[in-house]
Each structure stands twice: as C-alpha cells, then as structure tokens.
T-cell receptor, first 120, second 109 residues
Framework: GAVVSQHPSWVICKSGTSVKIECRSL??????MFWYRQFPKQSLMLMAT?????????EQGVEKDKFLINHASLTLSTLTVTSAHPEDSSFYIC????????????????FGPGTRLTVL | SQQGEEDPQALSIQEGENATMNCSYK?????LQWYRQNSGRGLVHLIL?????REKHSGRLRVTLDTSKKSSSLLITASRAADTASYFC?????????FGKGITLSVRP
C-alpha cells in the first residue's frame, strides 16, 4: 500500500518557539494532504486541507496564522506550529490522497505515523 | 454532521471469536472508510466501501453499508490478539473524512 511518513515522530519544545512537522508521500504523488490533531483517546479532528501549489483550507476554529501549512510539492506538506503553547500539545497526524495510491484510487486517505508534540 | 458514530465504544472478545463493530452517520456520503489505530500510532486504512456498494470483503474483514439506514458494520472474523486496537469509521463526502471517537477492541489470547 501507499506509504506516508512524518518527521519528527516526536518533539518537545519550549513555549513560544515554532515547530515544523513534515509529511511526505513516499511512493505516490499526493494531490491533497490533510492535517489532523488528536487528543488522548479522542477522535481525529481535521485542521486543514492542502492542495499542492495552493493555499490551505482551514476548518472552522483553526487559526491560520498559528498553524501554517505549506504544500510545496506533490510529495511534501509541512505544518508549522508558531509560538507554541502548552495547549498546542497534541498528536498531529497527516494524511495524503492521490491517484491510484496503493490501489485505493483517489478517495482513500493514507495516514502518516503521527507526530507527538509536547510544549513545555 | 456526517461524523461517524461507532458502537460499541469498547469491545472485549476471546481470540478466535468474531468482532462486529457498527457505525452510523447522518448525512449523504460518497464512501465510508474504516481505519485501525494502534496506541500512539497513525491510522492504517482497512477498507473503503462506496455508496453504491452494499458489501465488501478483504481477508478477514467484511464491511457492509446500508445507505437507507445510514449505517455500516465492520466484521473481523477469527480475531487475533494482534487485532487489538482502536477502530474508526470515517464517512466521506466532499473529499473530507470525519472521524468518530472510535471503538476500542481488545482481543484476549
């Protein structure tokens, strides 16, 4: 199946710093990538949808200036948490969707392994 | 909201038994996907069923979809301890997936 990687897998940072998380589709071209966050034992909440070469579409309640998303190529999207605070601590997961990825066609989203962010 | 709502919230079975998990949603969908998540990990795609399909199989997995009742079920046959995980259904519409809180499945060896 299609493989999506995330880097780093975990990060600890001080309050006020910025953290960048990378999401890569390794064996297919991802026309669309999604960013989610998940609190312990909770559902995944969609934060934003990004299409290669265009601005991300953010879900209601998600601060665009705080969570900067760049989808610079068909295999890479980045999420930058700016001026991170303890309440931003969470599990961030990306997913990618493309054509014929893993045989799943264009509807299937393939998820990365997630990034655990802890803000002190 | 098209958010999937899974039922039951938790399920504990003996290895070898079948596990049935249900999902309901509220609005029209294009497809419905089931995912598995092991603790602290990303989601693994299990199966996608389209709105014009009623049943789909993949190995030990069987998924049904009833669009008239806005419900889906995931059946795992001959469960194994390695099937222990959280399972999510994700109704898909307008190119987005919306996840419920998931079902915690525990398979006792």
């Amino acid at each position: 199946g299609a493989v999506v990687s995330q880097h780093p897998s975990w990060v600890i940072c001080k309050s006020g710093t910025s953290v960048k998380i990378e999401c890569r589709s390794l064996d297919f071209q991802a026309t669309t990538m999604f960013w989610y966050r998940q609190f312990p034992k909770q559902s995944l909440m969609l934060m934003a949808t990004s299409n290669e070469g265009s601005k991300a579409t953010y879900e209601q309640g998600v601060e665009k200036d705080k969570f900067l998303i760049n989808h610079a190529s068909l295999t890479l999207s980045t999420l930058t948490v700016t001026s991170a605070h303890p309440e931003d601590s969470s599990f961030y997961i990306c997913s990618a969707r493309g054509g014929l990825a893993g045989g799943g066609g264009t509807d299937t989203q393939y998820f990365g392994p997630g990034t655990r962010l802890t803000v002190l | 909201s098209q958010q999937g709502e899974e039922d039951p919230q938790a399920l504990s079975i003996q290895e070898g038994e079948n596990a049935t998990m249900n999902c309901s949603y509220k609005t029209s969908i294009n497809n419905l996907q089931w995912y598995r998540q092991n603790s602290g990990r990303g989601l693994v795609h299990l199966i996608l069923i389209r709105s014009n399909e009623r049943e789909k199989h993949s190995g030990r997995l069987r998924v049904t979809l009833d669009t008239s009742k806005k419900s889906s079920s995931l059946l795992i046959t001959a469960s194994r301890a390695a099937d222990t995980a959280s399972y999510f259904c994700a109704p898909g519409a307008n190119s987005k997936l919306t996840f419920g809180k998931g079902i915690t499945l525990s398979v006792r060896p």
